[in-house]
């Protein structure tokens, strides 16, 4: 089974604080994704990549960025976390494009104070 | 916007009964995907069925697509409290690229 694994399931920072979600995926997917997920506006795309070192902007990129140095890794930044990125945070990667089934995490839920 | 909607917001239903959840969208889709998140986890695949399908299943699960209605429905026949989750439906729009997620069915299996 596919396995996509985030490193911190709660977190909690200060405003201005620099924050790294990590994101790892067991099977060799080209695709990962960040999205995050707050009550009442579903789950909105952040930023997505396709390949090593290649990464696009989701609907909300403003306030982060993301590195993919490695396949099966995919990080996303907080330059300087704000109360407003508090937010459950949820990785993903397909197989099969970006139109495909996908994989998430057991998410990160994040708390900026 | 091709976001899917999901109907009702939320259902509570008792243990055994059928549940009934449905989609609607406004654009041309590629595929329809519906997924489970149980609370506080990451979510999970059910089911995706493709523009020229009109019906799939997969255990309990019964997933029918009416693109003429822009209107898919879950169906979980004999619900058991495992079921208690929120269920999405996401579309992929036939010009576009990517998943777009509706806000989700809260279902509460009562015992």
């Known amino acids: 089974d596919v396995k996509v694994t985030q490193s911190s399931r709660y977190l909690v920072k200060r405003t201005g604080e620099k924050v790294f979600l990590e994101c790892v995926q067991d099977?060799?997917?080209?695709?990962m994704f960040w999205y995050r997920q707050d009550p009442g506006l579903g789950l909105r795309l952040i930023y997505f990549?396709?390949?090593?070192?290649?990464?696009e902007k989701g609907d909300i990129p403003e306030g982060y960025s993301v590195s993919r140095e490695k396949k099966e890794r995919f990080s996303l930044i907080l330059e300087s976390a704000s109360t407003n990125q508090t937010s459950m945070y949820l990785c993903a990667s397909s197989l099969t494009g970006l139109t495909g089934e996908l994989f998430f995490g057991e998410g990160s839920r994040l708390t900026v104070l | 916007s091709q976001q899917g909607e999901e109907d009702p917001q939320a259902l509570s239903i008792q243990e055994g009964e059928n549940a009934t959840m449905n989609c609607s969208y406004k654009t041309s889709i590629n595929n329809l995907q519906w997924y489970r998140q149980n609370s506080g986890r990451g979510l999970v695949h059910l089911i995706l069925i493709r523009s020229n399908e009109r019906e799939k299943h997969s255990g309990r699960l019964r997933v029918t697509l009416d693109t003429s209605k822009k209107s898919s429905s879950l169906l979980i026949t004999a619900s058991r409290a495992a079921d208690t989750a929120s269920y999405f439906c996401?579309?992929?729009?036939?010009?576009?690229?990517?998943?777009?997620f509706g806000k989700g069915t809260r279902l509460h299996i009562l015992p």
């Open positions: 996401a579309t992929v729009g036939s010009r576009d690229d990517k998943i777009i």
């Open positions: 990549s396709y390949d090593v070192k290649m990464k």
């Open positions: 099977m060799d997917h080209e695709n």
